[in-house]
């Protein structure tokens, strides 16, 4: 019997891999107090798997009111957020540690 059951657990745990599953890619790169690049086009409607590298030394913090995310960037390093799904339009984002270091996020 246990034999018989174990295709099924197997399946369970599969199931929720594939519903968690990645959107689409996009990349930003913090350089010098910029991001790089400063607008970035991403597809309307779809979770976004956003990757940003802070190129630098120094810690930075990306943040952003309208997609009510925030976080911290250590130097050198490459973090993961994810957004979305956006509805169609401009969202902008900041490091909060340089606030003059602005970008824009477009959902088309």
């Known amino acids: 019997m246990a034999r018989s059951i174990m295709p099924l657990i197997a399946l369970l745990f599969a199931i929720p891999g594939v519903a968690i599953a990645a959107g689409p890619g996009a990349s930003l790169t913090l350089r ?7 607008e970035l086009t991403v597809p309307a409607g779809q979770k976004i798997e956003l990757h940003i590298t802070n190129s630098g030394a120094a810690p930075a913090e990306f943040e952003s009111a ?5 976080k911290v960037l250590p130097g050198g390093r490459t973090v993961t957020i994810y957004v979305g799904p956006l509805r169609p339009g401009r969202y902008e984002f900041f490091d909060d540690f340089h606030p003059s ?8």
Not at 66 to 70: G, M
């Open 66 to 70: 309208d997609l009510k995310r925030e």
């Open 32 to 38: 010098d107090h910029q991001f790089e690049p400063s």
């Open 101 to 108: 270091s602005r970008g824009h996020l477009v959902a088309q």
